[in-house]
């Protein structure tokens, strides 16, 4: 047999052809997550006996098993045996960390067709996500329940709750709202955290409707209001604290603009503003927040923004950022107030 030098670099086409095909690596992720194979890896098992669980043909899966071994989610200490990797633990479902739903999400044909017509937002600067959905992102999800429900599970499993509860002290506030907050996994942990914080969440109507057991089961419901609503109308006034956690990212300049206005409205002048979401900055260590840029612009047609990016929005809607810290997880938390 004649093999190759080890100590000859890797071909640029072999190089680029890998990178190219790396998108098949989160889909061949994203099915093994839909068929429940991370959550029956408990110990080393067989191609054959993990496709009879889930109800798959063996041949057809070992070829996703593979690729999730290639992408170090799996391991393969033995032929055709596979494990699950410390990194694959976070895509079982009862992992405190799970990002299962997040990865079901990714892998979802909405996605899918919107990078299919990317070149039209690369052309245009125009959001594609409309084109083969006729309708923007979160109009989609108004009509679309099962989409959108996967996608609340995926916010809520993805929030960005320890880093709050690390990067803000609530105990002067006697008053929280929560804006775009989701089915408010996010305040139901900040309201269990201080007994006596009441709070108030605001999201679109078929969002807040299925909020309700996220604070029954954090056992503050008694504290909550929930008021369903869109953050370009006026939204609750009076709060000790205002939250917009991933919300900012999600939208352009111009919008972003009118939802800090909303928000500035109601609050007092010794009201804080409290902003989580990726604020790309030098401490990243991954790839991710760019990522995830371009997965804002290609279906929001929004960016993220780095901290001075944040200071200049502010700016131009009388406000000020007084601080922020960033984790480890590329999450920031800011605090801004009125000037
Ligand atoms: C990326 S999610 C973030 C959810 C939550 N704050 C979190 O950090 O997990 C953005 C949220 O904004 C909400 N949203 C979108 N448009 C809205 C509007 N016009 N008014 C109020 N909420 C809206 C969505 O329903 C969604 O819950």
Redesign the pocket.
């Known amino acids: 047999m004649t093999s190759s030098n080890a100590a000859e670099p890797v071909p640029a086409t072999l190089r680029v052809r890998e990178l190219m095909t790396a998108g098949l690596l989160s889909h061949a992720i994203g099915v093994l997550c839909d068929l429940g194979v991370p959550d029956i890896l408990d110990a080393p098992r067989t191609h054959e006996d993990i496709a009879k669980e889930v109800d798959a043909h063996p041949e057809g899966l070992l070829s996703f098993l593979r690729a999730a071994a290639a992408a170090g989610v799996l391991a393969e200490p033995a032929p055709r045996t596979f494990e699950l990797t410390e990194l694959g633990q976070v895509l079982r479902a009862d992992d405190p960390r799970s990002i299962k739903a997040m990865c079901s999400l990714t892998c979802r044909d909405e996605f899918s067709r919107t990078w299919s017509d990317s070149l039209h937002t690369a052309r245009t600067g125009e959001p594609s996500f409309a084109i083969g959905h006729g309708a923007s992102f979160?109009e989609y999800?108004g009509s679309h329940r099962e989409f959108a429900s996967l996608f609340?599970r995926a916010?809520?499993s993805?929030?960005?709750v320890d880093n709050l509860l690390a990067g803000y002290d609530f105990s002067g506030a006697g008053h929280v709202v929560?804006?775009?907050?989701?089915r408010g996994?996010?305040l139901a942990a900040v309201l269990k955290r201080y007994p006596t914080l009441r709070g108030t969440l605001?999201?679109?109507p078929h969002?807040v409707g299925n909020a309700r057991q996220t604070f029954v089961d954090a056992g503050v419901a008694d504290r909550v209001t929930l008021v369903p609503?869109?953050?370009?109308e006026p939204v609750p006034e009076g709060g000790d604290v205002y939250l917009l956690?991933?919300?900012i990212g999600?939208w352009n300049d111009e919008d972003s603009l009118r939802i800090l206005r909303t928000v500035r409205t109601a609050m007092r002048p010794d009201s804080e503003l409290v902003v989580?979401g990726m604020m790309p900055s030098e401490n990243d260590r991954t790839h991710y927040p760019q990522q995830l840029d371009l997965y804002m612009f290609a279906l929001l047609g929004a960016r993220l923004r780095s901290y001075a990016e944040y200071q200049d929005l502010f700016a131009q809607v009388n406000m000020r950022a007084i601080d922020w810290s960033n984790y480890p997880d590329s999450e920031s938390v800011l605090r801004a107030r009125v000037l």
């Open positions: 979160f999800m609340d916010m809520q993805s929030a960005a929560d804006v775009g907050g989701g996994t996010m605001v999201d679109l969002v609503g869109s953050f370009f956690s991933r919300v999600n989580v």
